[in-house]
Nanobody
């Protein structure tokens, strides 16, 4: 059974930092591209950042570019989303997800519809 366990969320003041982790089991982690998404009540799931299977390529949405950094340690089957300079509008439930590229192992995508596996999410609240 594939499991993605997101952790590291919490309450932080504006300008603060958090590091989210996504621990995977039940899959060949190094074969899967990963993504982080977030969702607030009443809105659709929004892409945040994604990373290729090898970790050599990453992408971040404009709303988080320069503040959030996605990385992965394939030896530990874990990905990390370092979030700095947090803003109240970053408040959301954050989800990690994984998909296996069919043809190009350097691929990555911010499109949630192509992801095969999803974790349960971790709440991030940015408030003073």
């Amino acid at each position: 059974e594939v499991q993605l366990q997101a952790s590291g969320g919490g309450l932080v003041q504006p300008g603060g930092s958090l590091r989210l982790s996504c621990a995977a089991s039940g899959l060949a982690f190094g074969d899967y591209a990963l993504g982080w998404f977030r969702q607030v009540p009443g809105k659709g799931r929004e892409g945040v950042s994604c990373i290729s299977a090898s970790g050599r390529s990453t992408y971040a949405e404009d709303s988080v570019k320069g503040r959030f950094t996605l990385s992965r340690d394939n030896a530990k089957n874990t990905a990390y989303l370092q979030m700095n300079s947090l803003k109240p509008e970053d408040t959301a439930v954050y989800y990690c997800a994984a998909y296996k590229p069919k043809y190009d192992q350097s691929a990555y995508s911010i499109d949630p519809s192509i992801y095969d596996f999803w974790g349960k999410g971790t709440q991030v609240t940015v408030s003073s």
